[in-house]
């Protein structure tokens, strides 16, 4: 049975910081690309950040380039999102995912991944 499960989701203020973690069980993903995601109330998925099974990192959402820095260590299947000058904006439900098919370059759409966790709330107060 594959696990996902994230941490390290909290309350922050803006301009702070907070460090997500993703670790995974069940599955190999060193050979998958990784990603974040985010869901605000009322609106739909959409993707943050994804690495690729190489470790290079391919796709940051627009608002979060510059400020967000997606890692992974496949020795221990855990993936990490640092989060920096953080806005209200991010304010949502983040979701780490792994991709449905191995060795595929990244893609920012939650269609893409198929091994979901159950989120991390993030909240950012201005």
């Known amino acids: 049975e594959v696990q996902v499960l994230e941490s390290g989701g909290g309350l922050a203020e803006a301009g702070g910081s907070l460090r997500l973690s993703c670790t995974v069980s069940?599955?190999?993903?060193?050979?998958?690309?990784m990603g974040w995601f985010r869901q605000a109330p009322g609106k739909e998925r959409e993707g943050v950040a994804c690495?690729?099974?190489?470790?290079?990192?391919?796709y940051y959402e627009d608002s979060v380039k510059g400020r967000f820095t997606v890692s992974r260590d496949n020795a221990k299947t855990t993936l990490y999102l640092q989060m920096d000058s953080l806005k209200s904006d991010d304010t949502a439900i983040y979701y780490c995912a792994a991709d449905r098919q191995a060795y595929r370059a990244c893609s920012g759409s939650p269609a893409d991944f198929h091994y979901w966790g159950q989120g991390t709330q993030v909240t950012v107060s201005s």
């Open positions: 069940g599955l190999i993903v060193s050979s998958r690309a």
């Open positions: 690495i690729m099974w190489t470790g290079r990192s391919s």
